[in-house]
């Protein structure tokens, strides 16, 4: 039996809405992480995060283009948050990431 299968589908879209907001500021607070800590760790990073955010957007018929679902992800424009806390990826998280995403 699902967790979820007692929810209506508004309230089910409410908690997971509260979820994805929850994560994102999460991970708004932690810029020491690198989104190739999470990509390899957990195979998604803020970027990812911020495609499916347009894609849900393209499926609503909403103009909401990459760049715009970085900034509502990242909390600032990306050039802005590169420059303030992205640090170069060491050669063991290029290596790790590049075994676990051939082709990337």
């Not at 979820?4 to 509260?18: C, H, M, S, V």
């Not at 894609?55 to 909401?64: N, Q, R, T």
């Not at 420059?83 to 790790?96: D, G, I, P, S, Y």
């Amino acid at each position: 039996m699902a967790a979820d299968q007692n929810l209506d589908k508004q309230t089910r879209t409410e908690l997971e809405a509260a979820a994805f907001r929850t994560l994102v500021e999460h991970l708004r607070e932690r810029t020491d992480v690198q989104n190739i800590d999470l990509m390899n760790l957990a195979g998604f990073c803020r970027n990812c995060l911020s495609k499916w955010y347009r894609a849900a957007a393209d499926e609503k018929g909403l103009d909401i283009d990459y760049e715009q679902a970085r900034e509502i992800v990242y909390g600032m424009p990306y050039p802005e948050w590169k420059a303030k806390h992205q640090n170069e990826a060491t050669h063991e998280q290029k290596t790790k990431f590049a075994a676990a995403n051939p082709g990337h």
